[in-house]
């Protein structure tokens, strides 16, 4: 097993730069909170900066390594690992996961153990997920343009087979999931917005249903979201929230709310599709809301390890 490294993030400009890091390093193998006991899958990345992401295999709660999809026009080539994303007091490590050229099309998906399956996915449940995101990386190669920017991440049953530069990517099997909005209005980065997305393979179409957008701009975004599942024949609900502090309580109201009635007993993979330069981080699903808002230990905290790395 190999140690992992805690740190409180600091952040680009448009949030409070913190004025420490605090970092802890258990040479146990183990990580993380008590807070987190129920936290069933985890990704931050944490892998050697400007490794591809293909045949990486850390985190939590996962069944094998990233794979990439190179057909219909889709490859990994560019899919890396870039500096981690980091947003205030939130609980971060290694890496992210970025493309430095918009050249091709990136697709990359990832399965979750057959364990984690059976308990994210019960029907009369409540499961949480947060990720970190940021519309494009400073890249070392072609840059992207805002109005093609759709990078999108789905828990779901049926990976991307491609991505677009024109709308949500069309996915043929169930899932919900978050994604940037290009096309006007964001002829600008700092137009960007973030949406919902969800996946019903019942309708027999392979366009994603799509929430309300909420405008972030050209910034790093820490979004938290709830999936109530109910009984197949019933609606399944997903809401999304902007969180603007870890430490603080959800907003009122959710800036996205998805209702459809999905069969979510297959959902055993996450897949990111992106055809621009965006960046995804600290993808965690668990069981309650603490499990995917951990607040990073300062110095002197007492921490409970629970969580194995691999």
């Not at 343009?145 to 677009?164: E, K």
């Not at 910034?219 to 938290?224: D, H, N, Q, W």
């Not at 603080?248 to 990111?272: C, H, K, M, N, W």
Request: proline share 5%.
């Amino acid at each position: 097993m190999k140690p992992v490294h805690l740190r409180e993030s600091t952040s680009r400009p448009a949030l409070s730069r913190a004025a420490a890091c605090a970092a802890l390093c258990f040479t146990t193998g183990y990580f993380a909170a008590s807070a987190e006991a129920d936290l069933v899958v985890y990704e931050g990345f944490d892998y050697t900066l400007g490794a591809n992401v293909v045949g990486l295999d850390g985190g939590v709660g996962f069944d094998g390594a990233w794979t990439g999809d190179t057909g219909a026009g889709a490859g990994a080539a560019n899919t890396n690992i870039g500096v981690g994303l980091g947003f205030g007091s939130l609980q971060v490590v290694g890496g992210s996961v970025d493309r430095q050229d918009r050249n091709g099309r990136g697709v990359i998906n990832r399965s979750i153990t057959a364990a984690a399956q059976t308990q994210l996915t019960a029907d009369n449940s409540t499961i949480w997920f947060s990720v970190l995101m940021d519309p494009t990386s400073l890249v070392g190669g072609a840059g992207g343009f805002p109005v093609n920017t759709y990078g999108t991440l789905i828990f779901g049953d049926a990976a991307f087979a491609d991505a677009s530069s024109n709308s949500a990517p069309a996915n043929a099997g169930n899932a919900f999931g978050v994604g940037f909005l290009g096309g006007p209005p964001a002829s600008a980065f700092d137009a960007m917005s973030i949406q919902g997305v969800a996946y019903d393979a019942a309708d027999g179409l392979t366009t994603a249903i799509i929430g309300d957008p909420i405008l972030v701009g050209d910034t790093i975004s820490f979004i938290v979201g709830k999936i109530d599942f109910a009984a197949l024949g019933t609606t399944d609900t997903m809401t999304l929230y902007q969180v603007t502090d870890p430490g603080l309580a959800l907003p009122e109201t959710p800036f996205s709310t998805l209702s459809v009635d999905l069969d979510q007993s297959g959902f055993s993979l996450i897949s990111i599709a992106d055809p621009m330069t965006s960046i995804f981080d600290e993808i965690r699903i668990g069981m309650t809301l603490a499990d995917v808002t951990p607040i990073a230990p300062r110095n002197g905290s007492k921490i409970t390890p629970s969580i194995p790395i691999a």
